[in-house]
């Protein structure tokens, strides 16, 4: 895999300190579009602006702060990863929002994307009081990883999260068998019996998964949980772990809390996990 190098402090400082005058501006225009948002304009008009401020945000802050730490690495706001293939790794939700896809540009084409996945349910009232009673119901809070499958895998592989329910072992939402798929045996693998396999092809499978994906799976379980989906082309992995790493500030505290440091540490936190990934797919 090829080596990103991190950018000498003097270099860094420079280019940070090249678009201080965009973050200012920015953080000027946030707030007025807050104040407007929340006062004047109601939830329609709020959600559009939540999506422009998300392209704002990327383009013009996390991008420089990104390039400053990965030279080759940038922001695609205009597309996500697909859909039907995020459908296939995280539990199942109606609405699926993502950022802007962050792309390292490097042999194994690393796809990096925030993703909350929610459903929103009603309340007993209706008339007026029918929007005040509608709830988000969340489905998934974290990072959808897309990597370059090289190894000349066939079929497609799943490997979902379990929950134990009174006795009872569950899936907690997330898609189960695939079409001419089967569940295969591996709970020896498995610490504790925290995941199910299922695959269209077995002995492509078992090549996958080597001792050290296993034990990334394994040793994930106290920090976050881990789903995974492969085609014959991309290998997917989904990280629940309910932190928006890339997310604009949505509000005065959020705000106030923001900076340069902290987000350069969260671009760093996912691009260091998926260079781990990277390094045993």
């Given at each position: 895999m090829e080596e990103q190098g991190i950018l000498p402090d003097s270099v860094l400082i420079d280019k940070l300190m090249k678009f201080i005058a965009r973050l200012i501006l920015f953080l000027i225009a946030l707030q007025i579009i807050s104040v407007l948002v929340y006062s004047l304009l109601g939830p329609g008009f709020e959600e559009k602006q939540r999506s422009k401020l998300r392209v704002v945000y990327e383009s013009e802050i996390l991008e420089p702060i990104l390039q400053a730490l990965y030279p080759l690495a940038k922001i695609d706001t205009e597309h996500d990863i697909s859909?039907?293939?995020?459908?296939?790794?995280?539990?199942?939700?109606?609405?699926?929002?993502?950022?802007?896809?962050?792309?390292?540009?490097?042999?194994?084409?690393i796809e990096i994307v925030d993703l909350y996945a929610y459903t929103v349910t009603k309340g007993l009232a209706t008339?007026?009081?029918?929007?005040?009673?509608?709830?988000?119901?969340?489905?998934?809070?974290?990072?959808?990883?897309?990597?370059?499958?090289?190894?000349?895998?066939?079929?497609?592989?799943?490997?979902?999260?379990?929950?134990?329910?009174?006795n009872l072992k569950t899936q907690g939402g997330y898609l189960g068998n695939m079409s001419g798929g089967k569940k295969i045996n591996v709970d020896d693998l498995w610490q504790g019996e925290h995941y199910n396999t299922y695959c269209t092809d077995e002995q492509s499978a078992r090549m996958l998964l080597t001792p050290a994906v296993i034990d990334l799976f394994n040793n994930s379980i106290s920090d976050c949980v881990l789903s995974l989906y492969s085609t014959e082309s991309r290998i997917y992995i989904a990280a629940y772990n309910n932190k928006r790493l890339f997310a604009s500030p949505r509000n005065k505290d959020s705000l106030r809390s923001w900076s340069i440091e902290k987000a350069a540490m969260n671009i760093k936190y996912a691009f260091d996990f998926s260079d781990k990934i990277a390094e045993i797919m």
């Open positions: 859909p039907s293939n995020v459908e296939e790794v995280v539990p199942a939700a109606k609405y699926y929002i993502q950022s802007g896809i962050f792309k390292l540009n490097n042999e194994k084409d008339g007026k009081d029918e929007i005040k009673n509608l709830r988000e119901i969340t489905g998934f809070i974290g990072q959808v990883y897309s990597i370059k499958n090289t190894h000349s895998l066939k079929g497609n592989l799943r490997i979902i999260p379990t929950k134990h329910f009174l």
